[in-house]
T-cell receptor, first 111, second 113 residues
């Protein structure tokens, strides 16, 4: 399974944008980029996913580099409820289609 | 009611005991998964099942077994629990398809003394 690299932790301020980076230099052509987050004392929840083009949804935006070797999850206006561990994961669309989680980035939001 | 329900939510047991964690879902999904999370770490995949007749090992299947009793039910067993199996266990489901969005239960915290 292709691996991802994320910073262990990041900190931001409430109501400011947050850019969470992820490197996936060994990504293959059929790998989808998924982001999940885990709020304290909860199971992970889906945030967004993409293949090649940038994606937007109500929670966040996903910016994918042209060579697909990195991506950035963008929270446009962070709130205290966005404090969580964010996981960047590759899923092989042509293979077993299972998600393998890394250690993620712990995001702290300051009031 | 939660879409993905795990029982028990908390369990304390002793070394050598057999433990079963149960998962049921009301989402009608074919795919079910068991993950393990250790403090400060991400989730590691134990087993997964893409339909009732399909069982696959994940990253860390040693010491665990699973049973897919029905589309909606997927159980994880520890035949002889050991202390390093103390962890938070999550069940998840997903629909068929490449989007692979997972829906997680609230977790089962297992402590093996």
């Amino acid at each position: 399974d292709a691996k991802t690299t994320q910073p262990n932790s990041m900190e931001s301020n409430e109501e400011e944008p947050v850019h969470l980076p992820c490197n996936h230099s060994t990504i293959s052509g059929t790998d989808y980029i998924h982001w999940y987050r885990q709020l304290p004392s909860q199971g992970p929840e889906y945030v967004i996913h993409g293949l090649t083009s940038n994606v937007n949804n109500r929670m966040a935006s996903l910016a994918i580099a042209e060579d697909r070797k990195s991506s950035t999850l963008i929270l446009h206006r962070a709130t205290l409820r966005d404090a969580a561990v964010y996981y960047c994961i590759l899923m092989d669309g042509g293979g077993a289609q299972k998600l393998v989680f890394g250690q993620g980035t712990r995001l702290t939001i300051n009031p | 009611d939660a879409d993905v329900t795990q029982t028990p939510r908390n369990r304390i047991t002793k070394t050598g005991k057999r433990i079963m964690l149960e998962c049921s879902q009301t989402k009608g999904h074919d795919r079910m998964y068991w993950y393990r999370q250790d403090p400060g770490l991400g989730l590691r995949l134990i087993y997964y099942s893409f339909d009732v007749k399909d069982i696959n090992k994940g990253e860390i299947s040693d010491g665990y077994s699973v049973s897919r009793q029905a589309q909606a039910k997927f159980s994880l067993s520890l035949e002889s629990a050991i202390p390093n199996q103390t962890a938070l266990y999550f069940c998840a489901t997903s629909d068929w398809g490449i989007t692979g969005e997972l829906f997680f239960g609230e977790g089962s915290r297992l402590t093996v003394l």
